[in-house]
């Protein structure tokens, strides 16, 4: 194994000379330690400073699986396991990345230097248009080429090329595979794209047959799988965190947990090269700043009702950008708030050194 089989970009070589003495790439991501890979195949225990978890301002700038890191001197750990402290992040290329959930604004990343991300839906009741819409935007925003992966395709092999010309109306120019763990079918296709010295990402909802899929790849079962559920048709969530892994020919899978919800983190330009359609359309509207809800001369409304535009279409895409428009104004919010408590503790300190002289 040498840098390049592990993802290392060969533009680096320039950028980062000296620096792939000391770099890693994270394979395994746990709470406070991370199992680097070095080029020459030394598996090292990455150990997160305190300082550095205190001073983050968000999970999204913590190391995840994929990133290559800077070490400081080799040691060994409590585990008697060879260990160093991570020093800092190198430049992520490409970033899978979510608004985290609960109350808190929070920017989460899930993986990074990601060549090809594998967005997976299952044949069956998970097959979501607006869900998939959302997980192009991620794509999207972390400057990430998706290829939409039908798993279960067995279930409902008659309807597989019907799914495919949806995919193809609602995401044209992305590549639709049909697969199936259980006979084999769309493996091979799936397996082309990952080729030597590149990194693919599984992403999807809960249960909808990544581990299975990174499996049938891998040819060993590495992922805990779980049937589905015979009340439901719905897989059970099987995975819980991000793990990269070596395939056969020497690519790499980085396998992430399924998510349940996906909070994004966009704006507005990236929802319109996701949708453009209905930018097109509002670029012809009488006013600017037309909401297309009741302006008259509104060339959205008037697609709308000439059937130009379809209903779903125009709706997941308000949806979307309410979304995306709330989301920034709790970001903004927040770093309001931030900017002001540093105020007020630039002035709490300035009155104590005054009163102390």
């Known amino acids: 194994m040498d840098q390049y089989m592990l993802g290392w970009p060969r533009a680096w070589d320039r950028l980062f000379p000296d620096v792939i003495k000391s770099a890693v790439r994270i394979v395994e991501k746990h709470k406070h330690l991370c199992i680097g890979l070095a080029p020459d195949g030394r598996s090292i225990n990455c150990h997160i400073a305190g300082k550095t978890l205190f001073e983050a301002a968000s999970d999204a700038e913590l190391p995840v699986v994929g990133d290559w890191c800077v070490l400081g001197d080799a040691y060994i750990d409590k585990t008697n396991r060879p260990a160093a402290q991570l020093k800092r992040i190198l430049p992520r290329r490409t970033v899978i990345t979510r608004l985290g959930a609960g109350p808190k604004t929070e920017t989460q990343a899930l993986a990074s230097n990601i060549d090809v991300l594998f967005v997976v839906t299952s044949a069956n009741r998970e097959f979501n248009i607006g869900r998939l819409r959302r997980y192009m935007l991620v794509a999207e ?44 079918t769309g493996i091979s296709a799936v397996s082309a794209l990952i080729k030597p010295g590149t990194t693919a990402a599984f992403l999807g909802s809960s249960g909808v047959g990544k581990s299975t899929l990174v499996n049938a790849l891998l040819e060993v079962d590495v992922q805990k799988t779980n049937k589905i559920r015979e009340n439901d048709a719905h897989g059970r969530h099987t995975t819980s965190g991000s793990e990269l892994f070596f395939v056969r020919d020497g690519g790499m899978i980085i396998d992430t947990a399924g998510l349940r919800e996906v909070g994004l983190v966009a704006d507005e330009g990236v929802l319109d090269r996701l949708m453009p359609s209905v930018q097109e359309l509002a670029s012809e509207c009488r006013f600017g700043d037309c909401s297309h809800t009741s302006e008259p001369g509104c060339a959205v409304l008037e697609a709308l009702e000439s059937g130009a535009l379809p209903v779903e279409e125009y709706e997941g895409y308000n949806k979307l950008q309410r979304e995306i428009a709330y989301t920034k104004r709790k970001f903004d919010q927040q770093a309001a708030n931030a900017e002001r408590d540093r105020w007020k503790k630039i002035t709490v300190d300035n009155r104590r050194r005054y009163n102390e002289r």
């Open 141 to 184: 925003h972390g400057f990430l080429t998706p290829v939409i992966v039908i798993s279960k395709s067995d279930l409902l092999a008659e309807a597989t090329d019907d799914l495919q010309k949806v995919l193809q109306s609602s995401f044209p120019g992305v590549q639709s595979i049909a697969t199936s763990a259980v006979d084999g």
